[in-house]
T-cell receptor, first 117, second 109 residues
Framework: GAVVSQHPSRVICKSGTSVKIECRSL??????MFWYRQFPKQSLMLMAT?????????EQGVEKDKFLINHASLTLSTLTVTSAHPEDSSFYIC?????????????FGQGTRLTVV | SQQGEEDPQALSIQEGENATMNCSYK?????LQWYRQNSGRGLVHLIL?????REKHSGRLRVTLDTSKKSSSLLITASRAADTASYFC?????????FGEGTQLTVNP
């Protein structure tokens, strides 16, 4: 199956700094990628849909200036958490759709554990 | 916001027993998918059932879909300790993939 690589897997940063998380589709082109946030023992919450070459679509309640998404190529989307605070500590996961779009499975990155101290 | 509910939220069984997890959804779906997540990891796709299908099998997995009740179930037969994980259903509707709350399955050796 297709592979989505997410980096870094873990990051610890100081409050007030920015953190960039990368999501790459390794063996296929992904025009659409998704970014999720997951709190412990909870489900995945969709943050935004990342579209190659255009602006991301953010879900209600997600601050676009706080969570910057860039999808500059068909294989790379990045999520930057700006001016991070301890409440931003969470597990962030990206995914990309297969070639068949929503008629096929989504492929997920390994996730990034962000801890803001 | 998340849609859909899964029950049970947690399930603990003995190895060899069957595990059944249920999922309800709210929208008109294109298809419904089930995913597995090991603790602290990404999600792995298990099975996809289309809106015009009622049942699907894959190895020890059996998924049913009842569009009239907007519900789906995942059955894992002859469970193994390695099946211990969280299981999520995900409804695809339009351009969205929305996850249910998940079931934490523990299979005791």
């Amino acid at each position: 199956g297709a592979v989505v690589s997410q980096h870094p897997s873990r990051v610890i940063c100081k409050s007030g700094t920015s953190v960039k998380i990368e999501c790459r589709s390794l063996d296929f082109q992904a025009t659409t990628m998704f970014w999720y946030r997951q709190f412990p023992k909870q489900s995945l919450m969709l943050m935004a849909t990342s579209n190659e070459g255009s602006k991301a679509t953010y879900e209600q309640g997600v601050e676009k200036d706080k969570f910057l998404i860039n999808h500059a190529s068909l294989t790379l989307s990045t999520l930057t958490v700006t001016s991070a605070h301890p409440e931003d500590s969470s597990f962030y996961i990206c995914s990309a759709l297969g070639q068949g779009g929503f008629w096929t499975e989504a492929f997920f990155g390994q996730g990034t554990r962000l801890t803001v101290v | 916001s998340q849609q859909g509910e899964e029950d049970p939220q947690a399930l603990s069984i003995q190895e060899g027993e069957n595990a059944t997890m249920n999922c309800s959804y709210k929208t008109s779906i294109n298809n419904l998918q089930w995913y597995r997540q090991n603790s602290g990891r990404g999600l792995v796709h298990l099975i996809l059932i289309r809106s015009n299908e009622r049942e699907k099998h894959s190895g020890r997995l059996r998924v049913t879909l009842d569009t009239s009740k907007k519900s789906s179930s995942l059955l894992i037969t002859a469970s193994r300790a390695a099946d211990t994980a969280s299981y999520f259903c995900a409804e695809t509707s339009g351009s969205r993939l929305t996850f249910g709350e998940g079931t934490q399955l523990t299979v005791n050796p």
